[in-house]
């Protein structure tokens, strides 16, 4: 039996859609006929906190989290989210980040900078970074609501071998408001034509 | 034909509410708990509204249940405390048609102001009590729940967490077996209780318990899972765990141990965990929160590792397992310690309707007595304008003691700020204490138009039921003055309207008499609220005093010493341009 289960973590700021996204791959591993869990974070966090998003398949899920050194990839919707969960990813996982930015409240108030050069940070420890402008991206595709949409696209074309780029449209049909189907399809091909 | 399909653990609950013909449902909401009625309201079998509180939603269930129905009541953990009082009478004169109680507790407190194992008010209150461990089981353990109940005419409680109720898992859905609404036969030894019946259930509820503990020795919630790995560790590790623990437990350790999962965490089986412990060499416990199973297998003579290895507060996870038991550390990429990665704390949302009010409350330094909702990020910094929270209602009543005893002036510089739906929910009991007691204390109810923090819920002040039909608003105004509040000294205004909102706050502090003051606006993040509007600041002239960005909305950044608005968060309420002594600040 195949016991490996892929770990996935969407990581953001509240309010950025990370539970639509892994909504979404959930769809896509369960067509799969994998098992699946995923966590999500509802209440106090959601208000413009740090929010984290756990997905993971395989022939078994036992724990709905991921730890630190355990995620094959992070979809990473703000830079500094990105830096603070990467310990999460595995040694030879893969970042999808988008470079968007968002001043936590330290920032705000003064007390704290914005990390600098967070790519370069990121690319010094040796791990792959994808990085995208995915808000802009979603924007020329029609909606600014779907930067998720964009960094699931470039998640799709990583995982070409394993799983066919129509089973996330299928997903993408089921779940998506139909007034709103082909911006998101049109932003998931922008992302899964960026690489 | 059955259907598999991802749910979330309180999704799941509602469709085992479904399934199982239940037909009444009235909580409040509370996180990790709301979804689970919500998702109930979307069947339309099920009759589902919000009650004011926990204790009136546990109420109504119950006398749904002695009128015939199958009926459900869910809450989180501290909602349990306010619910408590007719629990625990519900164990006593038992159940009609079944009824079910949830309860979510919050392990790590993501949204809570503290952490409580719920597993005690199941002992306390001598109910039994399931606890599922991924959304497959929140769905059939709800939906076996009824049955039991029925049975053993006692109501069943069925714990949740945060990572059961918020995780998504597949989960097999059934039809549901509609119930027919049972014959309501007057029976006053079971359902009145004054002493004398009391003390007949007193013994009842014994009896029925031990009757249960037998049934948990071989009931099918409970499951012994013998390894059967050949590279098993050489000493047989047996471990006793139950809910997310187990999963966590499973993650860590694989197939190399024995689990005895329970699924029944009260009562707790005897024979079964002295056979478990007899076929392996050693036991360990692995439960969140506290050491109730491990406290059982000590009392029965089992010796278990536990609480020695683990924490009994925050959450597990399959790496705290490894590190604590294994001794393994996670491998994984470390950052320098040179680099510094600001925290992100949730804060109120751009437009936020009390960020112009806590940015008064800041300026006229007022003791804020607070409350639960969304506005208790208003003791976050930079308006830090909150001096105590407590609990759901809190602020009121502690705000009458704290004025009694330090004098008619301290009733003028400080103020109990509470939300509508908190109000509701148990504020007016405050309200009540104040104007009968002759108090002086100034209220100040901010008025979002919905409860905020879970989600967007109606409450009796909106208009609207749980299912969204209109309903009679339950008038703020209307029961101050039916509580003894002057017409002259209840006051409405728009708190972003920073001019205006402090005038009024001046001229009701002033005041020797009880007063409430309330801040009407809608929370930004309704879909009835206009965000069309945008502002921008001047760039030139601006010389980055920062006096825009005091009342820290997320939406105003800083760079190259000039603060700017960013777009794509601003929702256009404008209190900015009031904070700007250069008026450089206007709309797009």
């Not at chain 1, 791959?25 to 959601?46: I, P, T």
């Not at chain 2, 993501?110 to 952490?115: C, G, L, R, T």
Request: glycine content about 10%; hydrophobic content about 40%.
């Amino acid at each position: 039996m195949n016991t490996k289960v892929t770990n996935m973590m969407m990581v953001g700021v509240g309010g950025q859609g990370s539970l639509l996204a892994s909504r979404i791959l959930g769809g896509v591993a369960l067509k799969l006929n994998y098992d699946v869990k995923a966590s999500e974070v509802h209440g106090m966090s959601q208000r413009g906190g740090s929010v984290v998003t756990y997905l993971k398949y395989g022939e078994k899920v036992y724990s709905p989290v991921i730890c630190r050194g355990e995620a094959d990839f992070i979809l990473a919707f703000e830079q500094l989210e990105a830096l603070r969960w990467l310990p999460y990813l595995k040694k030879n996982g893969v970042i999808i980040m988008s470079t968007h930015k968002v001043n936590p409240a330290p920032v705000i108030t003064g007390a704290m900078e914005y990390p600098k050069d967070i790519s370069k940070t990121i690319e010094n420890t040796g791990i792959r970074l994808i990085e995208a402008d995915a808000f802009s991206l979603a924007v020329q595709a029609g909606t600014d609501k779907a930067a998720n949409v964009v960094i699931i696209g470039i998640l799709a074309k990583l995982m070409k071998d394993e799983i066919d780029k129509d089973i996330y449209i299928d997903v993408l049909r089921e779940q998506i408001n139909p007034r709103f189907f082909d911006a998101n399809l049109a932003a998931f091909n922008s992302g899964y034509n960026f690489i | 034909m059955s259907e598999k399909k991802l749910l979330l653990g309180n999704a799941a609950i509602a469709r085992g509410l479904y399934e199982a013909g239940c037909r009444f449902v009235s909580s409040y909401p509370g996180t990790p708990s709301t979804e689970i009625t919500q998702f109930a309201s979307e069947y339309k079998e099920i009759y589902a509204e919000w009650a004011p509180n926990e204790k009136v939603g546990a109420e109504a269930a119950l006398g749904a249940s002695i009128g015939g129905a199958r009926a459900f009541c869910g809450m989180k953990h501290v909602g349990l405390n306010v619910a408590a009082d007719p629990v625990f009478s519900a164990g006593y004169v038992g159940v009609n048609g079944g009824f079910v109680i949830a309860v979510a507790d919050d392990s790590g407190m993501h949204s809570s102001q503290d952490e409580q194992d719920s597993r005690h008010y199941a002992a306390a209150a001598k109910i039994p009590m399931l606890e599922p461990s991924d959304s497959s089981e929140c769905l059939s353990f709800t939906k076996k729940a009824f049955e039991l109940s029925e049975r053993f005419d006692t109501p069943f409680l069925i714990r949740s967490s945060t990572r059961i109720s918020h995780s998504l898992g597949a989960a097999e859905l059934g039809e549901r077996e509609e119930t027919e609404l049972k014959e309501y036969k007057k029976d006053a030894a079971k359902y009145v209780m004054m002493p004398a019946n009391a003390r007949e259930r007193r013994a009842a509820v014994e009896k029925r318990l031990a009757e249960i503990a037998e049934w948990a020795e071989s009931c099918e919630f409970n499951r012994v899972e013998y390894s059967e790995s050949e590279n098993k560790t050489e000493e047989k590790i047996g471990i006793i765990s139950s809910g997310i623990a187990y999963q966590y437990a499973r993650e860590a350790f694989g197939d190399n141990c024995s689990y005895l999962k329970l699924g029944l965490v009260y009562p707790l089986p005897t024979e079964l965990i002295l056979d478990f412990a007899k076929n392996v060499d050693r036991v360990i416990v692995i439960e969140e929160l506290d050491d109730i199973i491990e406290s059982w297998c000590k009392k029965i003579g089992v010796k278990t590792d536990g609480k020695n290895l683990l924490s009994n507060t925050g959450e597990y996870s399959q790496e705290i397992l490894r590190e604590k038991i294994l001794g393994i550390k996670p491998e994984n990429i470390e950052l320098g310690e040179d680099i510094a990665i600001p925290g992100r704390p949730p804060v109120l949302c751009p437009g936020c309707s009390h960020r112009g009010m806590f940015h008064v409350l800041k300026k006229l330094k007022l003791f804020v007595s607070g409350d639960i909702g969304c506005y208790t990020l208003g003791a976050a910094a930079p308006l830090s304008a909150m001096d105590t929270t407590l609990c759901m209602g809190a602020s009121i009543s502690g705000m009458h003691g704290f004025n009694v005893v330090r004098g008619a002036e301290s009733a003028k510089k400080s103020v109990a700020a509470i939300g509508d739906s908190t109000f509701m929910h148990s504020g007016i009991t405050g309200l009540i204490d104040i104007t009968y007691n002759k108090g002086v204390s100034k209220i100040l109810i901010l008025d979002n138009g919905t409860t905020g923090m879970t989600g967007h819920q109606h409450h009796p002040g909106t208009g609207y039921t749980l299912k969204g039909e209109a309903a009679p608003i339950v008038s703020i105004e209307g029961i101050c003055r039916a509580a003894g509040i002057k017409e002259e000294n209840i006051k409405v205004f728009d708190p972003c309207d920073l001019t205006q909102t402090e005038k009024i706050l001046k001229e009701e502090l002033a005041k020797d008499e009880a007063c409430v003051m309330i801040a009407r606006r809608p929370c930004v993040l309704l879909k009835t609220t206009k965000t069309d509007k945008k502002y921008k600041i001047k760039q030139e002239g601006c010389t980055g005093c920062r006096l825009c960005m005091s009342a820290g909305c997320p939406a105003i950044k800083f760079e190259n010493k000039k603060a700017s608005v960013e777009e794509s968060l601003c929702t256009g309420c404008g209190l900015c341009g009031q904070l700007c002594r250069l008026n450089l600040i206007e709309e797009i």
